[in-house]
């Protein structure tokens, strides 16, 4: 609805309670108007806002022979004319006076404000609309890059020949987590020889936060640069450098990590990763309820079946993995798990590590 520019200058919540008043129907001459219209069409009749500060007035208490009594001061919002007046609430005398003020006392006048409100609403609306449709433009654009971005980072991933980095890449995952790294891994080796593209700065800056321990000591060892502990600091290193900052002629061919002083003893196994291929990992074998296990920690830990790769349960320690097993084994049973490990080869295979042995189940 058209509120002659009046109520565009009030905060949302407030412009809405003042729009719902002035909407407000009233009869006047046999005719039906909004309040809103109502105020105008007197103001063109020749009436003035005015307000009467600590106004009273008699009545009798206690009916018609009772004591005269006067009321407690109030403030009168009226619209006056010649003798009379109609009262008004503060919002219908606030609009009242904008129009008065506004010499908006001709029914002309008020039809050219009234026409240049809706001229404003309707050129508001076309350049909400056009925004609206910009930004869903720029936001469908925004994908499609994005898609784009991620379809050329995996693709590179997948034809990585950089054999240099790559086992630099690693020897830091098996060290750090007891695996060897991913396609999905790779990508950072991708990042770093781009490093000077804006898409590959941001995403590796969000990928070497204080977690990535391998990521962030492969980009170390292949670029020389050093990074902080804290991701605040390491965000501003990466972002002062360059491609020009890198030596990559000092990349070693292999890296000594410091051992620890009682190293648990691991052994190579296969996982089957998201594409049921088999994937090689560092893990610490051991033997329970007759099966050949292993037992590996990225994040949490994680204890495997070594002839099919299957994970059988998990743990935040150690301890709490091999409970979850027994509740695995207790749960299915012997037959069931034996069962399921004989499919699975026959759909998958066996892992590799025993496709030399003579008994493969």
């Not at 034809?159 to 790779?186: A, C, F, M, R, W």
């Amino acid at each position: 609805m058209n509120y002659y520019n009046f109520t565009a200058q009030f905060p949302a919540v407030k412009k809405s309670k003042m729009e719902k008043s002035l909407d407000k129907r009233i009869r006047y001459n046999d005719k039906i108007y909004s309040l809103l219209d109502w105020i105008a069409l007197k103001l063109q009749e020749g009436c003035i806002p005015e307000i009467e500060e600590g106004a009273t007035h008699f009545y009798m208490k206690g009916g018609k022979w009772g004591e005269a009594t006067e009321t407690k001061p109030e403030t009168i919002y009226k619209l006056v004319y010649e003798n009379s007046y109609n009262k008004l609430s503060k919002t219908e005398y606030d609009f009242a006076l904008y129009l008065y003020n506004n010499n908006i006392t001709t029914a002309e006048a008020a039809e050219a404000l009234k026409q240049a409100e809706t001229d404003r609403i309707i050129k508001d609306k076309a350049e909400a609309e056009t925004k609206e449709k910009a930004d869903r433009e720029a936001a469908e654009q925004a994908i499609k890059d994005s898609d784009d971005f991620k379809a050329w980072l995996k693709s590179e991933a997948e034809n990585y020949n950089d054999n240099q980095k790559l086992e630099i890449l690693k020897q830091t995952y098996l060290h750090y987590y007891g695996y060897v790294p991913s396609i999905n891994s790779i990508k950072i080796l991708v990042m770093i020889d781009n490093f000077d593209n804006e898409r590959c700065k941001a995403e590796l800056i969000s990928w070497l936060h204080h977690d990535s321990k391998a990521s962030k000591k492969a980009f170390e060892i292949i670029t020389g640069i050093k990074l902080h502990d804290t991701d605040k600091k390491t965000r501003e290193i990466l972002n002062s450098i360059t491609s020009k900052d890198f030596n990559f002629s000092n990349i070693p061919a292999s890296i000594n990590f410091r051992k620890p002083a009682q190293e648990t003893i691991k052994e190579t196994f296969y996982i089957l990763n998201q594409d049921r291929q088999f994937e090689e990992v560092l893990a610490e074998p051991f033997n329970k309820y007759g099966y050949d296990m292993f037992i590996m920690n990225n994040d949490r830990y994680k204890i495997l079946e070594a002839k099919t790769g299957l994970l059988f349960a998990s743990g935040k320690t150690k301890t709490e993995a091999m409970e979850n097993l027994k509740a695995v084994v207790d749960r299915m049973g012997i037959e069931e798990i034996n069962q399921c490990i004989i499919d699975n080869i026959q759909k998958y295979g066996i892992s590799p590590k025993y496709q030399d042995k003579k008994e493969a189940v």
